[in-house]
């Protein structure tokens, strides 16, 4: 993927840098069930198998996975959605929880959240069952509450963050998007920093202006056929072909291949018809399935190359869409990214299985909106989404992609819980706001740390004991000198914070230059605050300050003649001790 050491750290630095970037995620949200069962003999009802169920698992779905993945990428995610106060929604409020995903979720009584049960044996997904009507339209009242959701967690997430938010928008035709809330998200679209389109139908979202949409093959075909005077721009030998519009029922035809004459005709798009598409008639053959503006052809058209077709299209799909960057996903195949250059990008993926794949496409939104809201060129934000897919895709369940493993992957130091130790004032907020939205308690001390001892690794040990992150704040040297006179420290700063970055009980080291850690407590409001020392914690100067943000305070002892300023006079009285005359010692033969 990245083509050498010096790539992946470019590419890595993209990922630091959309660490805790605040992103707005509205849409259809639902929940995926996976049953693993195995067969154990055949039914005889009926010719089939008789399945015992051995695990469940429930993930979060559609517009909730891609707040999923924005989260555990290292975003700030929020989602906007409506949900149903049922057993399924009370899951899915569990797991964006799980992922840290800031839930502002709206719900609402006698609406069903969508559910996409799975049942498996193997690897082989046997049958799916899909719970949750898409024809049952959000009434005024929930009209209402989604949209005064939409406003405050946009207001929500620029008072947190300082900055205008990313919009991520995920309209898979299951009715949390209708008509007013296009609209208003279209009316309010300078509120957005940058904003990503993932809709099934793209011809709803005219006037929204997205900074990048990403349709499968099968929508990007659906989106030109329906398009007026859809056909190449000069000379090309692919084509649309759309018979007369689509009726307002019933199925219709929608065939992608060459141009008459070139050889193969008849090439399908690939992928679900929307939920608004209604019925899919199979032709005689059976090997054409027929949806509203798709159609799925098994053999026809086999030497034409998806991505091809695709790369042809790209400047007419940024015409009718209006966005500034247009990636069209081919499932497996990867995916054809075109800008504003006119020079078409492509991504490829490894083959796997069906099962393996689901939710690939959330990880590719969540990373690509993630790297262009950080200002990554476009060659860059395609690089790194099409990986954050790829790598998701080695087992079977909802895929998602987390931080770390996009680190690693690129040659990275991994950092889930392990961040990079070393770390400025500036990027510590953002980090420990990270380990917070994940359920991680904060522990926080200070001090010099001049002489790095037995007594220090203790006392960090049992400091980290207390919780599940420990930031150690250490003076500067000028700070030293303040406190402990002009003869200290012994060790400057890069050498004692190198010490303490090496210690494993240390997730993140800063230094700071003034005499009391106040202001980084103020940042990092510590779940408890760590002193060394036998005296009670009510005379911990700080004390006040971590109490009213919301921490506790602990002292810990020291080990027994175990401290910085006894190792130096030892190793100063044994500098002033005589040595022995060795002047007139005989050297051995």
């Known amino acids: 993927m990245a083509g050498g050491a010096a790539e992946q750290r470019r590419l890595a630095a993209v990922v630091e840098a959309w660490l805790g970037r605040p992103v707005l995620i509205v849409g259809d949200a639902m929940l995926d069930e996976w049953r693993f069962a195995e067969p154990d003999r055949l039914c005889r009802e009926a010719p089939a198998p008789v399945l015992t169920l051995r695990r469940r698992i429930s993930a979060a779905g559609g517009a909730a996975n891609t707040a999923v993945n924005v989260a555990t990428l290292g975003g700030r995610a929020v989602l906007v959605a409506p949900a149903g106060a049922d057993v399924a929604g009370d899951e899915l409020h569990d797991c964006l929880d799980r992922a840290g995903v800031w839930d502002r979720t709206v719900n609402l009584p006698g609406r069903p959240t969508p559910v996409k049960r799975r049942m498996l044996a193997g690897n082989q997904i046997l049958l799916r069952e899909d719970s949750g009507d898409p024809d049952d339209p959000l009434d005024d009242d929930g009209v209402a509450r989604l949209l005064t959701a939409l406003d405050c967690a946009t207001e929500e997430l620029r008072a947190a963050g300082g900055e205008a938010p990313t919009l991520v928008v995920c309209d898979y ?41 990403t349709p499968s093959f099968a929508e990007a075909t659906r989106l030109l056929a329906r398009a007026a005077g859809a056909r190449p721009a000069s000379g090309a030998e692919l084509h649309l072909d759309h018979p007369g519009g689509d009726p307002v029922e019933g199925p219709s035809e929608l065939t992608v291949g060459v141009s008459p004459g070139a050889g193969r005709t008849g090439l399908a798009a690939t992928g679900e018809p929307t939920p608004g598409e209604g019925r899919v008639a199979m032709t005689r053959d059976g090997l054409t399935v027929t ?69 690939a496409g959330d990880a590719y939104l969540a990373a ?57 004032t500036g990027e510590l907020a953002a980090l420990v706001e990270e380990h917070r939205r994940a359920g991680r308690a904060v522990v926080f001390t ?68 003034e005499d009391s850690p106040a202001e980084l407590i103020e940042i990092v409001r510590p ?10 914690p009510e005379m911990v100067p700080e004390a006040p300050l971590v109490r009213r943000l919301g921490g506790q305070v602990r002292t810990l002892g020291y080990v027994p003649d175990r401290s910085t300023s006894a190792i130096i006079d030892r190793i100063r009285a044994h500098g002033h001790e005589p040595q022995p005359d060795t002047s007139l010692t005989s050297k051995p033969s």
């Open 173 to 213: 035709g299951l009715g949390a998007l209708p008509a007013p809330v296009r609209a208003w998200l279209v009316a309010h679209r300078e509120r957005y920093a940058t904003v990503a389109l993932d809709a099934h139908d793209l011809a709803d979202w005219r006037g929204l202006a997205p900074t990048v949409v």
């Open 291 to 359: 949806g509203t503006g798709v159609t799925v052809n098994a053999t026809v058209g086999e030497g034409v190359d998806r991505a091809v077709l695709a790369e042809s299209r790209l400047a007419e799909l940024r015409a009718h869409t209006g966005a500034d960057v247009v990636a069209v996903t081919l499932d497996t195949d990867g995916a054809v990214v075109g800008g504003a250059d006119g020079e078409p990008r492509r991504s490829h993926s490894t083959p796997v299985p069906a099962s393996h794949a689901v939710g």
């Open 368 to 424: 690509m909106t993630l790297a262009l809201a950080a200002d990554a060129p476009l060659p860059t934000a395609a690089q790194l989404a099409q990986l954050a897919a790829t790598i998701t895709v080695s087992d079977t369940g909802t895929c998602v992609c987390r931080r770390e493993d996009l680190l690693v992957a690129l040659g990275a130091p991994a950092d889930g819980t392990n961040h990079r130790a070393l770390v400025g």
């Open 527 to 536: 779940d408890v605050y760590v002193k060394g020392g036998d005296y009670p």
């Open 446 to 513: 200070n001090g010099c740390f001049d002489v790095l001892h037995r007594g220090h690794v203790r006392y960090l040990e049992q400091a980290r004991a207390l919780g599940d992150l420990l930031v150690v704040a250490v003076n500067s040297d000028g700070s030293v000198r303040r406190l402990k006179g002009p003869d200290r420290p012994v060790n400057p700063v890069e050498d004692r914070i190198a010490l303490l970055a090496a210690l494993a009980c240390v997730d993140h080291v800063v230094v700071f230059e």
